[in-house]
């Protein structure tokens, strides 16, 4: 059982910066791929970032590339959303999520952080 906690969003204006943090319990981590979604007020749920196990690959949505990171320290059982520039369409609720290495989808989900970008 792994139990994620988010933290780090608030309130922005256009253009600025957030970092958002979960973190994890257990002691298997590192053996997580960790993804972040988002969900905007009336609209699905999305994907928007996620990073593999060892922390060597991520992936992207195309709406935040180039605007956002995604990392992990492995060793502090966190993985971390850095967001630049940020937009007013990027106003969501975000969670971070955790697959298992092998598995096909993410078991684990964590209560979800609101991020707000007033323009």
């Known amino acids: 059982q792994v139990q994620l906690v988010e933290s780090g969003g608030g309130l922005v204006q256009a253009g600025g910066s957030l970092r958002l943090s979960c973190a994890a319990s257990?002691?298997?981590?590192?053996?997580?791929?960790m993804g972040w979604f988002r969900r905007a007020p009336g609209k699905e749920r999305e994907f928007v970032a996620r990073i593999m196990a060892s922390g060597g690959i991520t992936y992207y949505a195309d709406s935040v590339k180039g605007r956002f990171t995604i990392s992990r320290d492995n060793a502090k059982n966190t993985v971390y959303l850095q967001m630049n520039s940020l937009k007013p369409e990027d106003t969501a609720v975000y969670f971070c999520?955790?697959?298992?290495?092998?598995?096909?989808?993410?078991?684990?989900w964590g209560q979800g952080t609101q991020v707000t970008v007033s323009s």
């Open positions: 999520a955790g697959r298992y290495i092998g598995g096909n989808s993410y078991a684990y």
């Open positions: 257990g002691r298997t981590f590192s053996s997580y791929t």
